[in-house]
């Protein structure tokens, strides 16, 4: 299994431009993350998904969408980027457990290094 | 509302000596907490996880953390430091039902031989 995949690995943007990442994960998981990762203050969720077609908002949204229209992969795209974009995206995955809650271990991928200039 | 608090920013230690990394949580529940670690450009990993079964849970590596609820406290430990422990170390608590995670601003852990 090649577990929860990332592209692209880096990616330059120019101001104004657009971009999608792809996430894919072949673990058969429900539930799905965006998180992006900035100096001094850990991972912050953006957006997550709990299953195929469907997405909800997390800590950071704006500026960025989402898509699930298949199970194994989301989508995280930038309309239109700006230098505060500028970070590290990490896709996770995980099951979602019977009862909530003690299964919650997430599956990482390596992430991607965006930077808007 | 739940949330992490880590103490250090950057803890450094000696190749032999014991590491402590020091994680509080808010919750306003019996929390989940997770120790994830981080080597430079890679991905994240799961350390260890505590789930309201045993307070004292061991993970990889020789890692063991100990939950106290008197303290609000899971910290991080390890008896002996090994060169290839530096990384960065996020302490972790669920928030909702949908495994929505809440990171800690994390510890840099650097290690002198």
Redesign the interface.
């Known amino acids: 299994n090649a577990g929860v995949t990332q592209t692209p690995k880096f990616r330059v943007l120019k101001t104004g431009q657009s971009m999608t990442l792809l996430c894919a994960q072949d673990m058969n998981h429900e539930y799905m993350y965006w998180y992006r990762q900035d100096p001094g203050m850990g991972l912050r969720l953006i957006h997550y998904s709990v299953g195929e077609g469907t997405t909800a908002k997390g800590e950071v949204p704006d500026g960025y969408n989402v898509s699930r229209l298949k199970k194994q992969n989301f989508l995280l795209g930038l309309e239109s980027a700006a230098p505060s974009q500028t970070s590290v995206y990490f896709c996770a995955s995980t099951n979602a457990a019977e009862g909530g809650g003690s299964s919650y271990e997430q599956y990482f991928g390596p992430g991607t290094r965006l930077t808007v200039t | 509302a739940q949330s992490v608090t880590q103490l250090d ?1 950057h803890v450094s230690v000696s190749e032999g000596t014991p590491v402590l990394l020091r994680c509080n949580y808010s919750s306003s529940y019996s929390p ?1 907490l ?1 120790w994830y670690v981080q080597h430079p450009n ?5 350390l260890l ?1 505590y ?2 079964a045993a307070t004292l849970v061991k993970g990889i590596n020789g890692f063991e953390a100990e939950f106290k609820k008197s303290e609000t406290s899971f910290h991080l430990t390890k008896p002996s430091a090994h060169m290839s422990d530096a990384a960065e170390y ?1 302490c972790v608590v ?1 928030r909702g ?10 510890t840099k852990l650097s290690v002198k031989p």
């Open positions: 920013s989940s997770f890679k991905g994240l990993q799961l996880k789930t309201s996020f669920i039902s949908q495994g929505n995670l809440i990171f800690g601003k994390g």
